[in-house]
């Protein structure tokens, strides 16, 4: 079982950063794959970025590559989604999710456990 929950979500102007942040509880953190995800209102929730469970993989979907970056502290049970260069499109509610390795789940019937989100809006 892990629960999580993110943070550092909010209000920025267009070409900004943020850094959201994943706590996760729960002994087996480390054997998950995580992955951050975004919605959209009135859209389906899509993947943004996923890392293995070692934290030596990563991938991204070709609308962040570049300008966002995932990583993992598996002592701390953390992940973490620094978003940079942020456009009015990247609006959304972000969710945290752990998912089944091997490798980085894409999908999102991949994943097991889901965080409540945090919102993120990028003004013009």
């Known amino acids: 079982q892990v629960h999580l929950v993110e943070s550092g979500g909010g209000l920025v102007q267009a070409g900004g950063s943020l850094r959201l942040s994943c706590a996760a509880s729960?002994?087996?953190?480390?054997?998950?794959?995580m992955g951050w995800f975004r919605q959209a209102p009135g859209k389906e929730r899509e993947f943004v970025a996923g890392i293995s469970w070692s934290g030596g993989s990563t991938y991204y979907a070709d609308s962040v590559k570049g300008r966002f970056i995932i990583s993992r502290d598996n002592a701390k049970n953390t992940v973490a989604l620094q978003v940079n260069s942020l456009k009015p499109e990247d609006t959304a509610v972000y969710f945290c999710?752990?998912?089944?390795?091997?490798?980085?789940?894409?999908?999102?019937?991949?994943?097991?456990?889901w965080g409540q989100g945090t919102q993120v809006t990028v003004s013009s």
């Open positions: 999710a752990a998912g089944r390795p091997p490798g980085i789940p894409t999908m999102l019937n991949e994943y097991d456990y």
């Open positions: 729960g002994r087996t953190f480390s054997r998950y794959a």
